[in-house]
Structure formats: C-alpha cells, structure tokens
C-alpha cells in the first residue's frame, strides 16, 4: 500500500484522482486506494475462511449421513435442503415486503388525491369522511 489507510491528512481532503492519489482522497484525506486495498484483503480472508468451514463441515455431515444412513440421513438431508431454500424463502420475503409498502404508498396516494378532489369540489368546506 502507499499509504497508510487510517492516517488522516486534512490538507488532501478530497481530491481528485491523480498519480499520487490513484482512487483520490475522502473527507478526511484518506488514502481511498489504500483503504479499497485493505478492505479487499479482509474481504477475501473472510470468503476463504467461510468456504473452508462450510466445506469441512458439509463435508463431516456428507460422511456421517454416508456412514450412518436412516435417521442421520434423514437428518442431514433436511437440514441441507433448508440451508438451500433459505435464500428463496429471504427473497420471498422481501417481495411480500416490497409489495405491502406499495399498496401502502398506494392507499395514501389515492387518499391525497381524494381529499384535493373534495377540496375542489367544496372550495374549502369540511369534506364528508
């Protein structure tokens, strides 16, 4: 890295991409290709380690299901197919989500156009509920 990531210098605060700076420089004169550097490696680490531990213990189980059959089999293959489905059931839910904000926002759309329609209509009268 050419810089270090965490050192703060307020005189290069947000500049420009440029040969000495290549992504340029945050609000606090950071480095950001030194900080995009660091944040790599941390992220990289953190998917090898998750792959390996997913790895080895999918695999353990793979074995024990293998050796054991019946009800460890059983088991094993539940607890795989709901590790599968969850991504489906979390995307599922975010689309019920999205929808009931919609039809919320949709209610109170036509809500507001109601009562501008009655304000109309009544040239500032009470409006009938």
């Known amino acids: 890295m050419p810089y270090d990531p965490l050192a703060s210098d307020t005189a290069a605060t947000l500049q420009a991409p440029s040969l000495r700076h290549w992504f340029g420089t945050d609000l606090l004169g950071r480095d950001i290709f030194s900080r995009v550097v660091v944040a790599t ?6 998917a090898l380690a998750s792959v390996a531990l997913v790895f080895v213990m999918g695999g353990f189980a793979g074995i024990a299901a293998g050796f054991f059959g ?27 989500r999205r929808s009931q904000y ?14 501008a329609l ?11 509920a």
Request: with cysteine; aromatic share 8%; net charge positive.
């Open 41 to 46: 490696r941390l992220d990289f680490i953190i």
């Open 70 to 96: 019946g009800w460890t089999d059983r088991i094993v293959s539940r607890l795989a197919d709901t590790i599968m489905a969850f991504p489906l059931f979390v995307l599922a839910m975010a689309s019920w």
């Open 102 to 115: 919609r039809d919320q926002h949709r209610h109170r759309d036509r809500d507001r156009k109601l009562s």
């Open 118 to 128: 009655c304000a109309r209509r009544t040239r500032g009268s009470q409006c009938a």
